[in-house]
């Protein structure tokens, strides 16, 4: 899209975009930080961009007006305004190429808040996307600045508009997943950018499974919030797409872990998928012609083809990243013939645990014929909602004997799944257990909010939350007539303790 014409004129002198604006506009390449320090990021010069040229549509109502594009230095609003534009256009225009005809799940158009409020935070909640500011010394930080933190926010309504009954999904893989949506989303768009991929290039040596400019997430966030939280990120970034976690069922792991270690908190949770995927290119890539700038380019658009068949392919199961990773080598097989491509990625997810080598037999079998993989890459799965079971929750006190969840109650379609520590796979959790898990989890979390005769209340309570910004639960229990529902609200990507 850097290359984007600015204004097309149809024949006859009319403009195609009328509203487009005219110039050139700063942004950054993928964000302001670099390593561990807060500044120091790519700043690159685009044409200013049409926020509505695409099928996914996004518009900023935060603020209303439009500073007039132009090359603004950073730390102005105007700056804020274009590069968050062009972050947010790069992201609508490299999935809506993915998903045609497929629109958001608020509507036609994207609304985005570029400043709802001070917290160090950012989320997606179903009407759109919000980021916040926060100060840190004598600092003032923008999270929709970063272009790694709108292209993974913009990832969930992504996620959201191709797989909805993801959203309310009672099972801690789900909600982890969506978070490495988000970081994939992120990376996949940075390769977009020309400049990011001739650097990469440069700092890896063409090893692209190595800690780099790409493989680091929100460096700035991460500075921002390592001043006051030091072992809730990573020492040169937000997190890190390549790294060594290898797959635990998370039911097994603690609610809350330092950044050195995995836990079932769906951020932390998230890197293991993340680093599967990150890894999986590198091979992508490494199997390329001339593994050059153009052959980087051409394999994020690939690996976009590849996540969104898988995705779509994919059953809403306990196991659910060996069942998304395990589609991913089948539509891979089916799309790429002729590429190493179903191999490249059927390692990685081996070696970081998500497939066990035991689903190795089980895998071969699972065969996408190249005509339903193409059809995958641009279907909607029209079902809303996974289907509702009931929990019984006496035990814990919140004035009712049972709940209904939207449980993972789908049959898994073939026996593949994530690796025990010694020999074989992981047996999945039943739905009853997995339901239960999530809702404990939340439940430590104080992620949950009761709503009863309209009064609500949490049964544990989060400190410290922000002056401006109180709403950070992400789950509710509604009343629906005579029973309590367990629903989503929001994808809160905050840091991830929430201290
Ligand atoms: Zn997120």
């Given at each position: ?168 999904a009672a099972n ?213 909602d996974v289907d509702r079971m009931r929990l019984h ?9 049972s709940i209904l969840v939207h449980g993972v109650s ?20 039943t739905d009853d257990?997995a339901a239960k898990?999530?809702f ?45 529902v367990l ?13």
């Amino acid at each position: 899209m850097e290359t984007t014409a600015i204004t097309r004129k149809k024949k006859g002198g009319k403009t195609k975009h009328p509203k487009q604006p005219a110039g050139t506009i700063n942004a950054w390449e993928q964000d302001p930080g670099s390593g561990n320090q807060p500044d120091g990021g790519q700043l690159i010069q685009e044409p200013a961009p049409d926020m509505s040229a695409t099928s996914l549509p996004t518009a900023i109502k935060n603020p209303a007006k439009a500073p007039a594009a132009g090359v603004y230095t950073p730390g102005t609003a105007e700056f804020r305004y274009w590069a968050a534009a062009a972050s947010l256009s790069r992201g609508s225009a490299f999935w809506s190429v993915q998903l045609p005809g497929i629109s958001w799940e608020v509507g036609k158009t994207l609304p985005v808040d570029l400043d709802h409020g001070s917290d160090l935070n950012a989320y997606y909640d179903r009407v759109g996307l919000r980021f916040f500011h926060g100060i840190v010394g004598t600092r003032t930080f923008y999270s929709g600045e970063s272009p790694d933190v709108i292209n993974h926010e913009q990832g969930h309504a992504v996620l959201d508009a191709l797989k909805p009954q993801l959203w309310n999904a009672a099972n801690l893989e789900v909600p982890a997943f969506h978070e490495s949506f988000g970081d994939m989303s992120a990376i996949l768009c940075a390769m977009q950018v020309p400049s990011l991929r001739h650097g990469v290039l440069a700092e890896t040596g063409g090893s692209l499974y190595k800690s780099s400019r790409l493989s680091r997430l929100a460096e700035q966030l991460g500075w921002a919030i390592r001043q006051s939280d030091p072992s809730d990120v990573d020492a040169d970034c937000l997190r890190n797409a390549v790294n060594s976690f290898f797959y635990r069922p998370p039911h097994t792991l603690p609610t809350y872990a330092p950044a050195s270690a995995l836990s079932s908190e769906p951020h932390s949770f998230s890197r293991v998928f993340t680093s599967a995927f990150f890894e999986g290119m590198a091979n992508m890539f490494h199997i390329t012609t001339n593994k050059d700038e153009a052959d980087l380019l051409q394999v994020s658009v690939d690996m976009g083809k590849i996540l969104v068949a898988g995705i779509t392919a994919a059953k809403v199961v306990s196991a659910f990243y060996s069942q998304v990773a395990a589609h991913m080598v089948s539509a891979a097989n089916a799309l790429f013939p002729n590429i190493a491509y179903g191999q490249a990625l059927k390692s990685s997810f081996i070696r970081h645990g998500i497939i066990s080598v035991a689903s190795s037999a089980a895998l071969a079998k699972l065969k996408m014929t190249a005509a339903a993989a193409k059809t995958m890459t641009a279907a909607k799965d029209k079902s809303k909602d996974v289907d509702r079971m009931r929990l019984h929750v006496a035990e814990y006190d919140l004035g009712m004997d049972s709940i209904l969840v939207h449980g993972v109650s789908e049959p898994k379609s073939f026996a593949i799944a994530g690796a025990t520590l010694n020999v074989g796979m992981v047996t999945p959790q039943t739905d009853d257990e997995a339901a239960k898990s999530f809702f404990e989890d939340l439940l430590r979390r104080g992620r949950l909010r009761v709503v009863k005769n309209n009064v609500a209340m949490s049964p544990v309570v989060r400190p410290g939350l922000s002056e401006t910004h109180h709403e950070s639960h992400t789950h509710e229990l509604q009343q629906e007539g005579s029973e309590y529902v367990l629903k989503r609200v929001r994808i809160d990507c905050g840091p991830w303790c929430g201290h």
